[in-house]
């Protein structure tokens, strides 16, 4: 599939660590220019380094995907230095752990922001160049605890269910303009965020023992995700949309 996205602008939110550091790696290999957001702009710099050092075409930008005026001055600053953006990867996330009872209101309509506005903020800002390019490839990161439920992450959990929502609404919208939207839930994937909440004895065993009990018997890899994600944005697989690809080695199915 090597060179897949030629000629592509492609935007990956949150591409400065885990799976978006390797989404963003993996589209700029199928030779696509990509635009790494990342509140985080010394990890977004280092992402789009890796790709140059790679032969790859990145550029980075400090962007909170919460910040409407920032995605929309940032998407302005992709179009002009790369192109219309007609790859969009909504991977930013906020998780968060705590009882119901003491969730504050800044607290959820944070988690919200991020991961549910976020990906509807970049949408807007982006979809236009997709419909003027009569083709777009829109992947939003999900989570497999939208499936299955998961204690403590009410907050988390419903921001995730909610770009599910969001993915099937959209694709019915866009799909006669050549755009395709799929979501895809991860489930247990080896990135920073899940060896942060290991140390704090948030995830209910270590890593090593939840690859256990995995049915492919590891936990999951941020290039699982790429490879998936490579796959969506390619022109094989536009009779696919609206569909929710769990990737997590059998935990959910
Ligand atoms: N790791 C897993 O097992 C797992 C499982 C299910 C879902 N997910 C989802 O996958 C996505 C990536 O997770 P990860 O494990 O790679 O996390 P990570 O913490 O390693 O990386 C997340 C990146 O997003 C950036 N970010 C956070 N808030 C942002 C914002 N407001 N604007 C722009 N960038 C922001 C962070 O700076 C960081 O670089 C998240 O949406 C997460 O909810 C992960």
Not at 233 to 247: F, L, N, P, R, W
């Amino acid at each position: 599939m090597s060179g897949s996205l030629q000629g592509k602008a492609a935007v990956v939110t949150g591409g400065g660590s885990g799976i978006g550091l390797a989404v963003a790696q993996r589209l700029a290999r199928e030779k696509a220019a990509v635009a790494v957001f990342d509140l985080d702009a010394t990890a977004a710099k280092a992402a789009a380094d890796s790709i140059a050092a790679d032969g790859g075409t990145a550029v980075a930008l400090a962007v909170d995907v919460a910040d409407r005026d920032a995605v929309d001055q940032g998407m302005a600053d992709v179009r002009r230095r790369l192109g219309p953006v007609t790859v969009l990867v909504n991977n930013a996330g906020k998780e968060g752990f705590r009882r119901l009872l003491d969730i504050s209101v800044e607290e959820w309509n944070r988690l919200l922001a991020v991961n549910l506005t976020g990906t509807f903020h970049c949408c807007q800002a982006a979809v236009p160049d997709m419909v003027a390019a009569g083709w777009g490839r829109i992947v939003n990161i999900a989570s497999s605890s939208a499936h299955s439920g998961q204690p403590l992450m009410t907050h988390y959990v419903a921001s995730k269910a909610g770009v599910i929502g969001f993915t099937k609404a959209l694709a019915l919208e866009l799909g006669p303009q050549g755009i395709t939207v799929n979501t895809i839930p991860p489930g247990f994937i080896d990135t920073p965020m899940t060896r942060r909440n290991e140390a704090r004895g948030r995830l209910g065993g270590t890593v090593d023992e939840h690859a256990a009990r995995t049915p492919v018997r590891r936990a999951g890899t941020p290039e699982d995700i790429a490879a998936t994600c490579a796959f969506l944005a390619s022109d094989e697989a536009g009779y696919i949309t609206g569909q929710v690809i769990g990737v997590n080695g059998g935990r959910n199915t």
